[in-house]
Nanobody, 115 residues
């Protein structure tokens, strides 16, 4: 079994920063990809960031220039550095991974942007 565990969420004021982490654990043969998604209250889950083949990061237009995805392959962990946070970034942030052809989701971590 594979588990994804997100951490780093919390309450921050507009303009602030947070860093999310997602660690994959369990029986991992090959990680095909790891990504970030989010789901705001009353909205559908949406893509946030991932790595394309070759390692180039890809971002949703709404977070370009503010969010940075990074990874530590040795730790099976990805990160999401979120700067210049806005109220519209409030959401539950989910980690998704494609591991040996199977999809896995974390339980999510809540990010609340509020003054």
């Amino acid at each position: 079994q594979v588990q994804l565990a997100e951490s780093g969420g919390g309450l921050v004021q507009p303009g602030g920063s947070l860093r999310l982490s997602c660690a994959a654990s369990g029986t991992i043969l090959m990680i095909n990809s790891m990504d970030w998604y989010r789901q705001a209250p009353g909205a559908s889950r949406e893509f946030v960031a991932t790595f394309a083949n070759g390692g180039r990061p890809i971002y949703a237009d709404s977070v370009k220039g503010r969010f940075t995805i990074s990874r530590d392959n040795a730790k099976n962990t990805i990160y999401l550095q979120m700067n210049s946070l806005k109220s519209e970034d409030t959401a539950v942030y989910y980690c998704h991974a494609l591991i040996t052809g199977k999809n896995y989701w974390g339980k999510g971590t809540l990010v609340t942007i509020s003054s």
